[in-house]
């Protein structure tokens, strides 16, 4: 590879890049720290097997420079990070990997805050909060919000209302027929909110378990998950993978909206942002339409510490936030994609300008 970092970083205005190694505990992490315009760099901690170290360092940049454009959209006051450690999850995690991998972050001083991503756990963070403070993400019984599956379900299905309103000219998802891929913890959640709300729901999930307790506990038709994107529905609905949006998958889908917590749902952001346009399919930008737990556990950095209710009514305002998105699209000829990344630039723009006059 040619020096693609300091491109990277370059093109688009990294702050900082850390590599962190401890040789006795074997850890070798990257944090990669976007923007702290808004507030300390914020995100999580992936622990995944790369194959190879600028891998794993563009991962980071890249999913760093996503959660600036998260908090942004989600009107938080937090700037984008995120840290990858080098490894498997099984295998190499230890307690004296995590407890230096802490006092890495600790370091810090602040500049970065950590919490839970794939390959790491809430009893991982509470082992890294025995060295620093700086923790987004914890149990409860360490002051933080605990599980935040339901609150990102629930600003999901808040997206999904706001893309029937622009679709049907009202929000009721009731007698809608909704195919949903993934029963995990968000899905699963989210299938008992649209089950509630009045929609028919068609699922699929790798994990047979998961399929057979749906099919029994809610009484929902089930299809394999190569089917799924071929069901006679109104609304696409993914909760498990990034990337299913993607020239295979397009043409077969039926439905009208596309609408979900899945990350990073388009395999290409623009090439498939575009095919849905063309094809009138109305989709909820995936990083505002999942940020309902990132919103609930980061409440209790607000003033008057963690406070549920205000929490949620947030979590709530993705309704408008999508709506939002959608304004800026029609306004500026672009697809939701564009619109929601100039959202949030506009509020980094908005704030910096504040504070320097103040
Ligand atoms: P999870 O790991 O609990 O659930 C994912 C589910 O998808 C599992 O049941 C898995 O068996 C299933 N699955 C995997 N491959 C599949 C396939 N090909 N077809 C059908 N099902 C398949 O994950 P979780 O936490 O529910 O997250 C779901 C999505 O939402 C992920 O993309 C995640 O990045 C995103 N997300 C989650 C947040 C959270 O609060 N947990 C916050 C923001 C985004």
């Known amino acids: 590879m040619d020096a693609p970092v300091f491109d990277y970083m370059r093109r688009y205005n990294f702050k ?3 590599l962190c190694n401890d040789s006795d505990s074997g850890l070798r992490a990257v944090i990669a720290i976007h923007s702290t315009a808004l507030g300390p760099a914020t995100g999580g901690t992936r622990m995944w097997t790369y194959a190879s170290e600028e891998a794993a360092i563009m991962d980071a940049l890249h999913l760093a420079r996503g959660m600036t454009y998260k908090y942004a959209a989600a009107g938080l006051d937090f700037g984008g990070g995120k840290a990858v450690i080098i490894g498997n999850s099984k295998r190499d995690k230890s307690e004296a990997l995590l407890r ?8 810090l001083g602040g500049e970065y805050q950590t919490g839970e991503d794939v390959g790491t756990t809430l009893e991982d963070m509470e082992i890294i909060y025995s060295e620093t403070d700086h923790l987004v993400t914890l149990p409860v019984h360490c002051g933080g919000a605990g599980d935040i599956a339901p609150a990102t379900a629930l600003g999901s299905v808040e997206a999904m209302r706001a893309c029937a309103a622009r679709v049907w000219g009202a929000p009721e998802l009731k007698g ?15 299938l008992g909110m649209l089950l509630e709300q009045g929609a028919e729901v068609v699922v699929c999930d790798t994990d047979q378990e998961k399929v057979a307790r749906a099919v ?15 069901q006679d529905v109104d609304i696409f609905a993914p909760y498990a993978l990034g990337g ?30 575009a095919a849905l346009d063309g094809r009138g399919i109305v989709y909820a930008v995936d990083y505002v339409a999942n940020s309902g737990g990132t919103i609930l556990d980061t409440d209790r950095f607000r003033k008057g510490g963690f406070q549920p209710e205000r929490a949620m009514a947030n979590v709530r305002t993705i309704f408008k936030r999508t709506e939002a998105v959608f304004e800026i699209a029609d306004r500026e000829g672009i697809s939701a ?22």
């Open 16 to 18: 900082k890049l850390v």
């Open 100 to 107: 230096a991998f802490g006092r890495m972050i600790n370091q």
């Open 176 to 190: 809608r027929r909704v195919a949903l891929q993934g029963l995990g913890a968000v899905g699963w959640s989210a």
């Open 216 to 230: 029994k506990d809610y009484g929902v038709q089930a299809v394999s998950p190569a089917e799924i994107y071929d």
């Open 244 to 273: 299913i949006i993607n020239p295979e998958t397009i043409p077969r889908l039926k439905v009208k909206i596309v609408a979900g917590s899945a990350n990073n749902i388009f395999a290409d952001e623009e090439r498939d942002a």
């Open 337 to 358: 994609y564009l619109a929601a990344n100039h959202m949030a630039e506009a509020r980094i723009e908005a704030l910096n300008r504040v504070r320097l006059l103040g």
